[in-house]
């Protein structure tokens, strides 16, 4: 499917999408992993303000980005920091 204008929430949005716009499954599949990532990390979608959620998930493990006031098993944190960048990196 090809869009005229480019729309969605900043930082959910497959940057794909918005360099074409061109929306396929892709596009949902980028934008499930990074929901993946806000839910594990208690940030927003757009990152820390500097990077993206996905390069800040990027080099970190799992207990180091997963957000402290939950409590996440180390082994549940993992699967979803692996999950959910390798969606959000557009598989």
Do not use: C, H, M, N
């Given at each position: 499917v090809t869009m005229t204008a480019v729309s969605g929430t900043p930082g959910f949005v497959d940057?794909?999408?918005v360099?074409?716009?061109r929306f396929d499954e892709n596009c949902d599949l980028y934008s499930f992993g990074v929901t993946?990532?806000?839910v594990l990390t208690g940030l927003p979608g757009t990152g820390d303000g500097a990077r993206t959620l996905t390069d800040v998930c990027s080099t970190q493990r799992a207990q180091d980005?997963?957000?402290?006031?939950a409590v996440w098993k180390e082994k549940t944190a993992s699967a979803?920091?692996?999950?959910?960048?390798?969606l959000?990196?557009?598989l």
């Open positions: 940057p794909y999408y360099a074409t716009s993946i990532l806000a980005v997963a957000d402290q006031r979803l920091l692996r999950i959910g960048f390798r959000g990196k557009g």
